[in-house]
């Protein structure tokens, strides 16, 4: 039995903590889900980071966090919180601390609360594999006992308090032999730092388990609430992607990981991190928190008890599934990649702008093909349109999703070109029209797909069995009453697996899925990425549409970049960019702009672009190469966590990078 981590996965009710003041802001228990950020400025340079907190609190940021990588900027640390009290802000510091206890042992009489990272607080570093016996694993945590408790006891005096915040690939060698570079090490990795505090009575923390792969960093998170409920803890949530990067590829990644979890509940307060100027997380994690406010809010209007969905929560696998063809060459299924379909613009009343925007798709986004293109067929007088779209898409899609309400009469499939999905909708009491629609679709070679709600999927499960594997695909475009949309797919699943049928999911990203309705781009980037990317980390979805108003060409990129955000299906470069802090060694975000100018063609490469050798190595976690900021203007190159390449200046360092992809095999030409 899995160990239960939320109250429901299809209502979002708030796990319950206690209350943990941070300063005058109190995080958990019936608190605001806290929005928070960290300054990008050299912690020394008193003026810049002093500015930096004050531009941060003025957007909306209700707890600051600074970096202080040494002695001398956790100094610093009180002449900033002097100045930002004197300026008449009232938001809580928080210092960042790695590797040096002395660092934090200064900082925690500054300010309000003290991050430390337990893979890296008493532990060095390095990256070798040890045995460790019992005894020996024993002796490693007396030796954390006594480097940790210090800190703990002038946190109790003081009445700050502390974050204990893990980050998979920056984990001690002890837990690494022990549990392995997963989730489970993550968190015990913190659980030992909490057992140590609580031996001296301390309970003023906050657990983060951040990563930069959202799968990973979702499934942390659940095993941390898991185990806690079992072992009675109700320490809140900080969550957070790391090394998200910037720009729409780091607002994905973002409400993937964030999102999901504030929708099955987790979370008191959330870092949006980017490779841009910190006040721009903000208004994400706004978004972020509205969106998880409104879910809270009509979770609680119905009590729903349901049953456990079939996915492993805490071990992703794919949920099995027919294989279906879309074209000779286009499948989609369990053992394909999830297929990006894409609502027509245009659509049948202008046939011919809506295969335009296709051909003009296709032409700016070489590896981003449009595999079904959705239009609505409303009346019958749109059946000869609909035959010279599909005459006129040819091979270029394979497939046309007509969605229609219209009776299924032998016109609709006359004519050649891509192939045919009839979308219909089916409520409760649809069985006999749901028969004659598949036996219809079979006969003329079209696929069926069935739009279905809770209610449907239960009445209807006998009836969908009996349509043949390869000839259905179920999708849900709005919430059923009561549950939230990604709750709906849940349950939809739940019932057609009991009813064993294995029809692919097309996940869709409807305005009736979306929690807040709203104008622009980015809140409808914001939904697509949280329902789609729950789904899919849960192993749920073949076909995947954000089914926005804008361009065809910016639907289509969505889509793609929602399944690479999920590390679903790869098309582009994957960047890991740190959102640079006080220790930064050069410019992040124009560097990483010029690394993605030059390397932005690759198609199966991941990148890490870290501030400093400090934390970069440890936090870039699965990247296949690493720039990394050696010393000031010099970079170091890394294969994997292999340091390959010193103290490149930093002018040849992107050329030096290319050359070592193309060393090791990787590089294709533009
Ligand atoms: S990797 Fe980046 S964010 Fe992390 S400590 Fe180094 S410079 Fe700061």
Redesign the pocket.
């Known amino acids: 039995m899995p160990l239960a981590y939320c109250h429901s996965r299809h209502q979002t009710v708030r796990r319950l903590t206690r209350v943990v003041q941070v300063g005058n802001v109190g995080v958990g228990g019936s608190n605001p889900i806290r929005l928070q950020s960290?300054t990008t400025s050299d912690t020394e340079d008193v003026a810049a980071t002093l500015a930096q907190c004050i531009k941060l609190a003025e957007a909306g940021c209700e707890i600051i966090r600074i970096?202080a990588?040494n002695k001398a900027a956790a100094v610093a640390l009180k002449s900033i919180h002097q100045q930002f009290r004197a300026a008449g802000f009232s938001q809580p510091l928080v210092a960042?601390i790695?590797f040096l206890p002395q660092a934090a042992m200064e900082a925690v009489e500054h300010v309000e609360k003290v991050r430390v990272n337990p893979g890296n607080y008493a532990d060095k570093k390095k990256f070798a594999v040890l045995e460790y016996t019992d005894a020996a694993y024993a002796e490693e945590l007396e030796r954390l006992h006594e480097a940790f408790s210090p800190l703990v006891l002038r946190a109790k005096t003081l009445g700050r308090s502390l974050r204990i915040g893990t980050n998979h690939g920056s984990l001690s060698d002890r837990i690494m032999n022990r549990f392995g570079d997963t989730p489970h090490g993550m968190v015990e990795a913190a659980l030992e730092f909490v057992r140590i505090a609580e031996s001296h009575g301390f309970k003023d923390m906050i657990l983060s388990m951040k990563a930069s792969n959202p799968k990973v960093m979702i499934e942390a998170y659940r095993l941390a609430a898991a185990r806690m409920s079992e072992l009675k803890m109700d320490y809140p949530l900080h969550l957070g992607v790391t090394?998200a990067g910037e720009g729409e590829d780091a607002r994905i990644k973002s409400a993937i990981g964030i999102g999901s979890l504030l929708a099955d509940g987790l979370g008191d307060t959330i870092r949006v991190s980017l490779t841009e100027d910190p006040w721009y997380e903000i208004p994400v994690c706004r978004e972020l928190v509205a969106r998880a406010d409104k879910l809270i809010q009509s979770g609680k209007t119905v009590q729903v008890k349901l049953k456990d969905d079939p996915a492993d929560p805490f071990s992703y696998a794919r949920r099995i599934t027919d294989s279906i063809s879309l074209s000779e060459k286009c499948k989609a299924g369990a053992t394909e990649l999830p297929r990006v379909i894409v609502r027509s613009v245009a659509g049948l009343n202008n046939w011919q702008a809506a295969v335009k925007e296709v051909l003009d798709a296709h032409n700016q986004q070489r590896e981003a093909r449009v595999e079904g293109l959705l239009v609505q067929l409303t009346s019958a007088e749109q059946i000869t349109a609909l035959q010279s779209l599909r005459k006129a898409l040819g091979l270029a899609v394979p497939a046309v999703f007509v969605e229609t309400a219209l009776s299924l009469d032998s016109e609709i499939f006359k004519g050649e070109g891509s192939k045919l999905v009839i979308v219909r909708t089916f409520k409760a009491d649809h069985g006999a029209q749901l028969k004659a629609d598949s036996e219809i679709c079979n006969k003329n070679g079209a696929i069926l797909s069935a739009d279905l709600d809770v209610e449907s999927a239960k009445s209807l499960a006998s009836e969908l069995s009996k349509i043949p594997a390869g000839r259905l695909i179920i999708s849900s475009s709005q919430p059923s009453s009561g549950l939230h949309a990604i709750g709906t797919h849940r349950e939809m699943v739940r019932l057609l697996c009991e009813a064993k049928v294995q029809a692919p999911l097309w996940i869709r990203a409807t305005e009736a899925n979306a929690a807040i309705l709203d104008q622009g781009f980015q809140s409808r980037l914001l939904e697509a990425s949280i329902l789609a990317g729950s789904l899919l980390v849960d192993g749920y979805g073949d076909l995947i549409s954000c089914e926005t108003p804008d361009s065809t060409v910016k639907s289509l990129t969505l889509g793609y970049d929602v399944l690479q955000g999920a590390r679903a299906r790869q098309t582009k470069t994957e960047y890991v960019a740190?959102?640079?802090?006080?220790?930064?060694?050069f410019d992040?975000q124009s560097t990483t702009l010029k690394i993605k100018a030059r390397t932005g063609h690759l198609k199966s490469v991941t990148i890490a672009v870290?501030?400093?050798?400090?934390?970069?190595p440890g936090?870039?976690a699965d990247a296949d190469f690493g720039y990394?900021?050696g010393a000031p203007g010099k970079i170091n190159l890394y294969v994997g966590k292999t340091p390959v390449k010193f103290n490149i200046p930093q002018e040849e360092a992107v050329e030096r990078l290319v050359d070592l992809i193309k060393e090791k095999g990787k590089w294709v030409e533009a």
């Open positions: 960290m970096t990588p960042d790695h090394e740190c959102p640079s802090c006080g220790r930064t060694l992040i870290m501030g400093c050798i400090v934390n970069g936090e870039m990394v900021g």
